[in-house]
Nanobody, 116 residues
């Protein structure tokens, strides 16, 4: 088991920026996949950005060119820098990990609202 605690969400105007953080209770190196998903009301959960095996980065289509994922092994943190936010980015952003054995864990999420 792993504990994931997200922070950094909030209300931001269109075109603004937010930086989300996820505190991970284990060394990120124990995970095969580590990153962020989001879920908007009435929509399916979708990929935002993840680190995959070999430290490759996989961005969802909506995140490409605007969002940047990063991590700090020493601090056991995963970050999501979101720039040029749009109203359609409004969602609950969830930290996600998958162990090498396939077991998955999700955080509780942090709400991001983009509105003028």
């Amino acid at each position: 088991q792993v504990r994931l605690v997200e922070s950094g969400g909030g209300l931001v105007q269109p075109g603004g920026s937010l930086r989300l953080s996820c505190a991970v209770s284990k060394d990120p190196s124990v995970f095969g996949v580590l990153g962020w998903y989001r879920q908007a009301p009435g929509k399916q959960r979708e990929l935002v950005a993840t680190f995959t095996p070999g430290d490759r980065i996989n961005y969802g289509d909506s995140a490409k060119g605007r969002f940047t994922i990063s991590k700090d092994h020493g601090e056991r943190m995963v970050y999501l820098q979101m720039n040029n936010l749009k109203p359609e980015d409004t969602a609950i952003y969830l930290c996600y990990v998958r162990f090498w054995n396939g077991v998955e864990n999700w955080g509780q999420g942090t709400q991001v609202t983009v509105s003028s």
